[in-house]
């Protein structure tokens, strides 16, 4: 079975900054897809940014990038000159490819980062 | 853009009733999910469905039930709510696609069980 780890249950980080939140996932499975996903006060989940496993380029999304160390299970969301909007628990997510119907999110269990002024 | 409808947002329900939680979307998906979040344990998967009248457990299906007699309708059923069942759920739907498509969320439901 999968499993995905979130270290850190709570950051935080100074308007502008930069902050890298961690993830660690464990599966036998060759290929498959990493998510992150955000949610703030509003509960709303926001798909941040995706990672397919057989691409090597780390993915990104404006000020957010991902470092994705396949060998070491690792796919690390990298959050540059952070915004107080950026304020919100952030999900690491893993999926099986969809060959087959019903394919679920496995979620980590979360990371809250705040964002001040 | 596709949207995932969670008809209640907040219900508070006795012990020992019958909830059932409504979910609806509008853009054809194959697959619905429930999940349900809590503090310090993230989302975990109740139930889900890829087709009509179908339906897989997920981690954590004890205690509830589902239906899913319309492609776009999924319901989540607890048979006789309990106090430990007090949490927020949330309802999503993919569709089946080889590029790993993005799965879409509703805006959650809070249930409180006295």
């Known amino acids: 079975a999968q499993t995905v780890t979130q270290s850190q249950p709570e950051m935080s980080v100074q308007e502008a900054e930069t902050v890298t939140l961690s993830c660690t996932y464990d599966?036998?499975?060759?290929?498959?897809?990493l998510f992150w996903y955000k949610q703030p006060p509003s509960r709303q989940m926001i798909l941040v940014i995706r990672?397919?496993?057989?691409?090597?380029q780390n993915a990104t999304e404006n000020r957010f990038s991902v470092n994705f160390q396949k060998a070491a299970k690792s796919f690390s969301l990298k959050i540059s000159d952070s915004q107080l909007g950026d304020t919100a628990m952030y999900f690491c997510?893993?999926?099986?490819?969809?060959?087959?119907?019903?394919?679920?999110?496995?979620f980590g269990k979360g990371t809250t980062l705040s964002v001040s002024s | 853009d596709v949207k995932v409808t969670q008809s209640s947002r907040y219900l508070v329900k006795r012990t020992g009733e019958k909830v059932f939680l409504e979910c609806v979307q509008d853009?054809?998906?194959?697959?619905m999910f429930w999940y349900r979040q809590d503090p310090g344990l993230g989302l975990r998967l109740i139930y889900f469905s890829y087709d009509v009248k179908m339906k897989e457990k997920g981690d954590i299906p004890e205690g509830y039930s589902v239906s899913r007699e319309k492609k776009e309708r999924f319901s989540l059923i607890l048979e006789s709510a309990s106090t430990n069942q007090t949490s927020m759920y949330l309802c999503?739907?993919?569709?089946?696609?080889?590029?790993?498509?993005?799965?879409?969320f509703g805006e959650g439901s809070w249930l409180t069980v006295v």
């Open positions: 997510a893993f999926m099986k490819p969809i060959y087959q119907a019903g394919t679920a999110l496995i």
């Open positions: 599966t036998s499975e060759n290929n498959y897809y």
């Open positions: 853009m054809d998906h194959e697959n």
């Open positions: 990672q397919e496993a057989y691409k090597q």
């Open positions: 999503a739907s993919s569709l089946v696609d080889r590029e790993g498509n993005t799965i879409y």
